[in-house]
């Protein structure tokens, strides 16, 4: 059973339980009221005829003409045993109402009682005995237009109840369909989603009722789905070109040492030629391992906490960065710009490894003697370390791509000695510690690289080397 059906059955139903309590009442307090009336009429009555020298003394002649035209029907019982009764249908039987009718006290009138006279129907009666005690008399009234009134009120009330229900049922039927339109609506979009159509939305009708609220939270969490499954397939393209880059990263080298390693198991190469093969041989294999390296040290930044965060001095270690790079190339001017402390929240081996890349970076894609500088700033939350170059630069396309992994730049997948994890592993670093890496370069001009990181606060998805 629909939504729909539902509502409207249960709409009729309560409509109809309310018009049948409302009616039963009504009809119940119109009897009352009816009843009371009658019970009027009948005390008034009595006290009147209770004075009437008829009833004390009166033949049957002059009782019908005192009582006559109405509906008043009366049995008066004489001290002898006689009856006189006048009035009434013609079902009703002599002393009938006299025997049925409650006993007449000996002063004033009994209160009014029912009475089943058989086939006359029912009668409301009252008794009273006669000021001499000479006669006891019962006065009448037939409950027949009583019943004919309510009958014909629940009558009218049943009538009028169905016409109310059949035109309550068309009106419901035509405000719960158009009130359960919004969600027939998302019902469809749903159903196209599911279907492939990503794009979908529900329209919004208004945001102030219920079914626009239900609206705009179903296209929310449609957007957010739409977006997860988009960032899913970028994971996953992301996922294929990394595992294509790492394979053929590595596979250059590992062919090289299994061809050097071939070569000298078969003798090709002489003896005063073997330690070069066997030296090129190591070579490859310790540029396999540095790749394979950075390849966990990539991996566990993307899933482990890193277990040592703690109070790091940025400056010291730019300091200690530059001095290593001096140390290896002492010919290369290179410039420290940093206060004299600049403390954040961090793993310190992490950041020392990101100067040392860029560092590293700078003395591989720059010529001999190029002059580097390196900028320890502290601003408001953060702290930003730079380091800059005045060699070639890179170009635009190449600048949008430094930070992918394996990516070293048009032509120089096979012919640098670099992995392409270097910037890579920078920007793991940043992002682990709550940060960002970004590059600005021109061409002819040189290269910056800017790495932001929080000043104080708790890590975020630290990971360690």
Same mark, same amino acid.
Not at 50 to 71: F, I, M, W, Y
């Given at each position: 059973?629909?939504? =729909?059906?539902? $509502?409207?059955? &249960? *709409?009729?139903? !309560?409509?109809?339980? %309310? @018009?049948?309590?409302?009616? /039963?009442?009504?009809?119940?307090?119109?009897?009352?009221?009816?009843?009371?009336?009658?019970?009027?009429?009948?005390?008034?009555?009595?006290?009147?005829?209770?004075?009437?020298?008829?009833?004390?003394?009166?033949?049957?002649?002059?009782?019908?003409?005192?009582?006559?035209?109405?509906?008043?029907?009366?049995e008066i019982r004489r001290e002898n045993g006689t009856i006189s009764g006048v009035g009434g249908p013609p079902e009703l039987a002599p002393g009938v109402l006299g025997e049925r009718a409650p006993p007449a006290p000996a002063t004033g009138v009994s209160a009014p009682a029912?009475?089943?006279?058989?086939p006359a129907g029912r009668f409301r009666v009252v008794s009273f005995t006669a000021p001499n005690g000479r006669a006891t008399a019962v006065i009448g009234l037939?409950?027949?237009?009583?019943?004919?009134?309510?009958? =014909?009120?629940? $009558?009218?009330? &049943? *009538?009028?109840? !169905?016409?109310?229900? %059949? @035109?309550?049922?068309?009106? /419901?039927?035509?405000?719960?369909?158009?009130?359960?339109?919004?969600?027939?609506?998302?019902?469809?979009?749903?159903?196209?989603?599911?279907?492939?159509?990503?794009?979908?939305?529900?329209?919004?009708?208004?945001?102030?009722?219920?079914?626009?609220?239900?609206?705009?939270?179903?296209?929310?969490?449609?957007?957010?789905?739409?977006?997860?499954?988009?960032?899913?397939?970028?994971?996953?393209?992301?996922?294929?070109?990394?595992?294509?880059?790492?394979?053929?990263?590595?596979?250059?080298?590992?062919?090289?040492?299994?061809?050097?390693?071939?070569?000298?198991?078969?003798?090709?190469?002489?003896?005063?030629?073997?330690?070069?093969?066997?030296?090129?041989?190591?070579?490859?294999?310790?540029?396999?391992?540095?790749?394979?390296?950075?390849?966990?040290?990539?991996? =566990?930044?993307?899933?482990?906490?890193?277990?040592?965060?703690?109070?790091?001095?940025?400056?010291?270690?730019?300091?200690?960065?530059?001095?290593?790079?001096?140390?290896?190339?002492?010919?290369?001017?290179?410039?420290?710009?940093?206060?004299?402390?600049?403390?954040?929240?961090?793993?310190?081996?992490?950041?020392?490894?990101?100067?040392?890349?860029?560092?590293?970076?700078?003395?591989?894609?720059?010529?001999?003697?190029?002059?580097?500088?390196?900028?320890?700033?502290?601003?408001?939350?953060?702290?930003?370390?730079?380091?800059?170059?005045?060699?070639?630069?890179?170009?635009?396309?190449?600048?949008?791509?430094?930070?992918?992994?394996?990516?070293?730049?048009?032509?120089?997948?096979?012919?640098?000695?670099?992995?392409?994890?270097?910037?890579?592993?920078?920007?793991?670093?940043?992002?682990?510690?709550?940060?960002?890496?970004?590059?600005?370069?021109?061409?002819?001009?040189?290269?910056?690289?800017?790495?932001?990181?929080?000043?104080?606060?708790?890590?975020?998805?630290?990971?360690?080397?």
């Amino acid at each position: 059973m629909t939504l =729909r059906t539902r $509502l409207l059955i &249960a *709409l009729v139903a !309560l409509t109809a339980g %309310a @018009l049948v309590i409302t009616g /039963a009442a009504s009809t119940l307090a119109l009897r009352s009221y009816l009843v009371g009336r009658v019970d009027d009429q009948l005390r008034a009555a009595a006290l009147v005829a209770r004075q009437n020298a008829v009833v004390r003394n009166g033949s049957r002649d002059e009782l019908r003409t005192a009582v006559a035209p109405t509906e008043y029907v009366v049995e008066i019982r004489r001290e002898n045993g006689t009856i006189s009764g006048v009035g009434g249908p013609p079902e009703l039987a002599p002393g009938v109402l006299g025997e049925r009718a409650p006993p007449a006290p000996a002063t004033g009138v009994s209160a009014p009682a029912g009475v089943d006279a058989g086939p006359a129907g029912r009668f409301r009666v009252v008794s009273f005995t006669a000021p001499n005690g000479r006669a006891t008399a019962v006065i009448g009234l037939p409950l027949r237009p009583v019943g004919e009134t309510v009958r =014909r009120l629940l $009558l009218i009330e &049943a *009538l009028a109840g !169905l016409a109310v229900l %059949a @035109l309550l049922a068309g009106a /419901a039927r035509l405000l719960i369909r158009r009130g359960l339109r919004p969600l027939e609506t998302i019902t469809e979009t749903a159903g196209a989603i599911a279907g492939g159509d990503l794009d979908r939305r529900v329209p919004v009708s208004s945001p102030r009722t219920e079914a626009g609220r239900l609206s705009i939270a179903v296209n929310g969490m449609l957007a957010r789905i739409q977006a997860a499954i988009e960032a899913r397939a970028r994971s996953e393209e992301r996922l294929r070109e990394f595992v294509a880059d790492a394979s053929h990263e590595l596979r250059t080298p590992l062919t090289s040492v299994r061809g050097y390693l071939q070569m000298l198991r078969h003798g090709v190469v002489t003896l005063a030629d073997r330690p070069d093969a066997v030296r090129r041989a190591d070579d490859e294999a310790a540029r396999m391992s540095k790749i394979v390296d950075g390849l966990l040290y990539l991996a =566990r930044l993307d899933q482990e906490p890193m277990p040592r965060p703690g109070p790091v001095d940025l400056a010291a270690i730019a300091a200690d960065a530059v001095a290593d790079a001096l140390a290896v190339e002492p010919e290369r001017p290179i410039t420290l710009r940093a206060p004299e402390s600049c403390e954040i929240t961090g793993d310190e081996d992490a950041l020392r490894q990101v100067l040392a890349n860029l560092l590293g970076n700078a003395r591989a894609h720059t010529p001999p003697g190029t002059p580097v500088t390196v900028r320890v700033l502290a601003e408001t939350g953060a702290a930003v370390v730079e380091v800059s170059d005045r060699g070639a630069g890179m170009p635009p396309e190449s600048a949008a791509r430094a930070f992918d992994r394996f990516y070293r730049g048009a032509g120089a997948r096979g012919g640098s000695s670099g992995s392409g994890l270097g910037l890579p592993i920078v920007a793991a670093i940043a992002r682990s510690h709550g940060g960002s890496a970004g590059l600005e370069s021109t061409p002819g001009e040189g290269t910056t690289v800017r790495v932001r990181l929080p000043s104080r606060g708790p890590l975020n998805d630290l990971s360690s080397s």
